[in-house]
């Protein structure tokens, strides 16, 4: 019997309804094509349309719930009537009401895509960051003093934990190993010392800031240490966060797992977006890897007011978020179907929008990507 999955649907604010009302359409198609189940998606119009009316951008019992739901599934946040540290409170709360420690990014050149970065011959992108996503730099602690003066004083603290910081170290070192599984179960070649994609693989490479942050990234290389020390098969490897942003731009080939802290991973992979070719297919999850709570994915590009209703907005970074989800539900065949047809459509060029050089919509992209994902369940079943 095919088991029901209900999903928390959270479309948002600006291009989140349309991007993420696609999203669903696309992943309904892949999981009814292999007859993998059911996804049954329940819709909450919280967000900066919310707040404007209520005063909060969720209900006090927001967590309560969504707890029982498998998955979040989220368009977008953010309108300019609310100010962005008031609508970003409803994605922190969310995040460390749910412990949902682990951000993951996958940064990966899909086909027929051009990556504004000049690659080698045979070079590719594809590479994962791992963002620590409850506490760092983001941790929401401090206060103002004086406020209005001459003298006022503004206190930020970051909060770095032995158990957080290790935690999402050892995702990371897992991480890497599990891609190196799957690359020797697709067959990819990598030579001893080098991967095909540029550096060691596996390899995590651990972003940093402990020549100024005397504390906190000092902590936080040593704990890199010490849990690198579990896993004498990865590669290790380090930069500080201002040269690995030049890196990434450099030498985006060689990367194969990033692990960061809050601030840094927030940054890093918004410029990882634009060298995948742009925030329009830029996915991210944010993960509870114990499955205690629902994890929750979303497009990482934020809600784009500008080009709210037009139909213009890329579908593919809510898509691909949503391929995430699937896989953490482990409807892994399903998963990997929304994705290959996604690169399928890419590939072929004839629908696209804006963004990546097209004149498409999102409901025309939308619809490719359901047709494909048809024809090569089709063919799949048969």
Not at 166 to 181: K, T
Not at 273 to 282: R, V
């Amino acid at each position: 019997m095919s088991k029901t999955y209900r999903i928390a649907a959270i479309p948002g604010d600006g291009i989140g309804p349309e991007v993420l009302e696609i999203g669903m359409e696309v992943l309904t198609a892949a999981v009814n094509t292999l007859s993998a189940g059911r996804l049954q998606f329940d819709l909450f119009p919280w967000g900066s349309e919310y707040y404007l009316q209520h005063g909060r951008m969720m209900p006090e019992n927001a967590l309560e719930i969504l707890k029982a739901y498998d998955a979040i599934y989220l368009g977008a946040i953010g309108d300019p009537r609310v100010p962005d540290h008031l609508s970003l409170e409803m994605l922190l709360d969310l995040r460390k009401g749910f412990d949902q420690y682990v951000n993951l990014r996958p940064v990966k050149l899909l086909p027929g895509v051009e990556s504004p970065v000049r690659l080698k011959p045979g070079e590719t992108v594809d590479f994962v960051v791992v963002r620590e996503n409850t506490e760092g730099e983001y941790s929401r602690l401090g206060g103002r003093f004086k406020v209005g003066t001459a003298d006022e004083v503004a206190v930020q603290t970051s909060i770095f934990t032995r158990k957080g910081t290790e935690r999402v170290m050892r995702y990371a070192f897992d991480l890497a190993r599990r891609r190196a599984e799957e690359r020797a179960r697709e067959g990819v070649e990598v030579k001893e010392g080098g991967g095909t994609a540029g550096g060691p693989r596996p390899m995590v490479t651990n972003c940093t800031k402990s020549n100024a942050l005397n504390y906190s990234m000092v902590f936080w290389d040593e704990v890199y240490a010490a849990v690198a020390a579990e896993y004498p098969d990865v590669h290790r490897d380090q930069a500080l966060v201002d040269a690995l942003a030049m890196w990434l731009v450099r030498r985006p080939a060689y990367y194969d797992v990033i692990v960061s802290s809050n601030l840094f991973g927030d940054i890093l992979t918004d410029l990882a977006a634009a060298i995948q070719g742009g925030m329009g297919i830029a996915a991210g999850g944010n993960i509870n890897p114990e499955r205690t709570y629902p994890s929750m994915f979303e497009p990482i590009h934020g809600s784009a007011p500008r080009y709210k209703g037009q139909n213009r907005a890329n579908p593919i970074a809510a898509i691909w978020a949503g391929s995430m989800m699937l896989e953490h539900l482990g409807e892994t065949a399903a998963a990997r179907l929304v994705m290959k047809a996604v690169e399928d459509v890419l590939a072929e060029g004839r629908y696209r929008t804006s963004d990546l050089g097209g004149t498409s919509s999102t409901t025309e992209v939308g619809e490719a990507i359901k047709k494909t994902i048809r024809k090569k369940g089709d063919a799949l079943i048969r």
